[in-house]
Nanobody
Framework: VQLQASGGGLVQAGGSLRLSCAAS????????MSWFRQAPGKEREFVSA????????TYTDSVKGRFTTSRENAKNTLYLQMNSLKPEDTAVYYC???????????????????WGQGTLVTVSS
């Protein structure tokens, strides 16, 4: 199983980026998939998740209204569209996958069994 995150880079505040997470070795339609991020000197934090059923997507409060998670199961790919980026969004962004999972646990990193290598997003002020 491999999760390959891509799309990070350097962008000015107010700009946009689109991250992708390509999964191989699993059928994404059976997995809850999520994004986490880790800023320098901080703990990894939940960003957003897409439930395997396609019926629920959740976001941490700080990105609501700015970030959108979507998935394309036919391509085994998860996306994170990030708009109105702020310097505090600077972090390494990781994608993760968990078989099944219930909606109330999607924010918990402990439920995820597969992690990507991360892609760096840097937002300049």
């Amino acid at each position: 199983v491999q999760l390959q995150a891509s799309g990070g880079g350097l962008v000015q505040a107010g700009g946009s980026l689109r991250l992708s997470c390509a999964a191989s070795g699993i059928s994404a339609r059976r997995y809850t998939m999520s994004w986490f991020r880790q800023a320098p000197g901080k703990e990894r934090e939940f960003v957003s998740a897409s439930h395997w059923s396609g019926g629920s997507t959740t976001y941490t409060d700080s990105v609501k209204g700015r970030f959108t998670t979507s998935r394309e199961n036919a391509k085994n790919t998860l996306y994170l569209q990030m708009n109105s980026l702020k310097p505090e969004d600077t972090a390494v962004y990781y994608c993760a996958a968990a078989a099944g999972a219930i909606v109330s646990t999607m924010h918990n990193p402990e439920i995820y069994t597969h992690w990507g290598q991360g892609t760096l997003v840097t937002v300049s002020s």
